[in-house]
């Protein structure tokens, strides 16, 4: 909860909007030079959607006329931006707040959700961990994220777009079980099965049973494609499946998002991070343009693309996408 001390003056409430517009569109980014003058490279992580955002941001770049690339896909592509091994990755905010915390170089400036108690992971009561509960919504985790100081890296302009986990079950099951809430999932979890990709079953069966007391029948973990896709549910192979608000399976196979998940994950709002070593604001200005027209419907339709039994590839994904929405300017 954000703390209050009371009437703000007119100093303090001139503050509070400076550091508001700091985590808005259109935020200026201090990089090293105004033109880039070397090769960016971008890394994703293996899922075909993150490779369709890897691939559309790299246009973005090409056709403001920066050199980019794609590198292989990582696991982490996180750590490898921070690690040097590339100048930019496209993740979830909870993710990068997680990450960028723990960097020494990284203070919170004083803003809304940077003034909650003393602004660290542990005094907020959040977990180290990128994909279980937190403490902040989503504005606020945007917000703490956009306030970080950090040296030789950069937050840019956060989309709208959000891959947030969540719980869903087919209508059979929510109207057999009268389940519509995850409040309800304590005197049910015993007779339901759960599907959670493999490296994140241990920590949201522990969240399950710590937050909601639900203690599943049985817990199967999924392998990342599988869990992608939503056919454990629909198969009914498990009741309950753990998966992301930009899963477009969920609306293609009318599936029941359970009100209240999101107690369970930390917000993931899209956000590009960056290095600014040798970039330049040409490349922020054509990422922060693709950042600003990439709303939830737009996420849901890239999934929609590269998934299911008509999947294009996800360059030629992004290709068609920017094409859709009219993003380049290069003939």
Same mark, same amino acid.
């Given at each position: ?23 808005? @569109? ?6 090293? +030079? ?23 941001? /790299? +246009? ?86 956009? @306030?970080? +100081? ?94 992301? &608000? ?49 709303? +939830? ?8 693309? &590269? ?8 360059? /030629? ?15």
């Amino acid at each position: 909860m954000i703390r209050s001390t009371g009437p703000l003056g007119l100093t303090a409430i001139g503050a509070l909007l400076l550091s508001l517009t700091a985590c808005t @569109a259109g935020s200026e980014v201090d990089t090293s +030079q105004p033109t880039t003058t070397r090769e960016l490279v971008i890394v994703q992580g293996p899922d075909a959607q993150d490779q369709a955002l890897g691939h559309a941001y /790299r +246009q973005m770049l090409d056709d403001a006329g920066i050199e980019a690339s794609l590198a292989k896909a990582a696991d982490d592509p996180v750590a490898a931006v921070l690690a040097g091994h590339a100048d930019v990755t496209v993740a979830g905010s909870g993710e990068l707040l997680a990450a960028l915390e723990k960097l020494p170089s990284s203070a919170a400036e004083s803003s809304p959700a940077a003034d909650s108690p003393a602004g660290t992971s542990e005094d907020l009561g959040r977990p180290e961990s990128t994909s279980g509960a937190t403490a902040l919504d989503a504005a606020q985790t945007k917000n703490t994220l956009h @306030a970080l +100081q950090l040296s030789d890296f950069a937050v840019l302009d956060s989309a709208e777009a959000q891959s947030t986990g969540t719980l869903v079950v087919t209508a059979a099951t929510s109207a057999g079980e009268q389940l519509t809430n995850v409040q309800q999932l304590s005197t049910l979890c015993s007779e339901l099965e759960f599907g959670i990709v493999a490296d994140e079953a241990a920590q949201l069966t522990d969240e399950l049973a710590t937050i909601l007391d639900c203690v599943p029948a049985k817990v199967i973990e999924l392998t990342a494609p599988n869990a992608r896709g939503v056919l454990p549910v629909i198969t009914d192979a498990v009741q309950v499946q753990a998966t992301t &608000v930009d899963n477009a399976g969920i609306a293609d196979n009318a599936l029941v998002v359970l009100e209240g998940a999101d107690v369970l994950f930390a917000p993931q709002t899209i956000t590009p991070l960056i290095t600014t070593r040798e970039v330049g604001q040409d490349a922020v200005k054509a990422l922060n343009k693709l950042s600003g027209a990439l709303k +939830q419907e737009d996420l849901l339709e890239l999934d929609r693309m &590269v998934t299911g039994r008509d999947a294009v590839q996800p360059a /030629r994904a992004a290709s068609d996408w920017l094409a859709e929405k009219d993003m380049l300017d290069a003939g």
